[in-house]
Nanobody, 116 residues
């Protein structure tokens, strides 16, 4: 059974940092392209960052460049999202996604709230 379990969300003040984790199981993690997405109330889910299976190719949405870093540890079947200099507009539910050819899996999401 495929599972993606996100953790690390919470409440943080503007300018603060959080590190999200997504642990995968039930599939060959290293083969999968991994991504972080987010969805704020009333908005569509959108890409935050993605990383190739080997971790040698990353991509970021423009608002996240320079503030967020995606990484992965294939030995631990885990992908991370380090978020720095958080802003109130970063408030959203953050989802982990695994893709390989036509296979596509999502986690349940973790809430990130940036507020003073």
């Amino acid at each position: 059974q495929v599972q993606l379990v996100e953790s690390g969300g919470g409440l943080v003040e503007p300018g603060g940092s959080l590190r999200l984790s997504c642990a995968g199981s039930g599939f060959t993690f290293r083969r999968y392209f991994m991504g972080w997405y987010r969805q704020a109330p009333g908005e569509e889910r959108s890409l935050v960052a993605s990383i190739s299976g080997a971790g040698d190719n990353t991509n970021y949405a423009d608002p996240m460049k320079g503030r967020f870093t995606i990484s992965r540890d294939n030995a631990k079947n885990t992908v991370y999202l380090q978020m720095n200099d958080l802003k109130p507009e970063d408030t959203a539910v953050y989802y982990c996604r695994a893709q390989f050819t036509s296979l596509n899996y999502w986690g349940q999401g973790t809430q990130v709230t940036v507020s003073s």
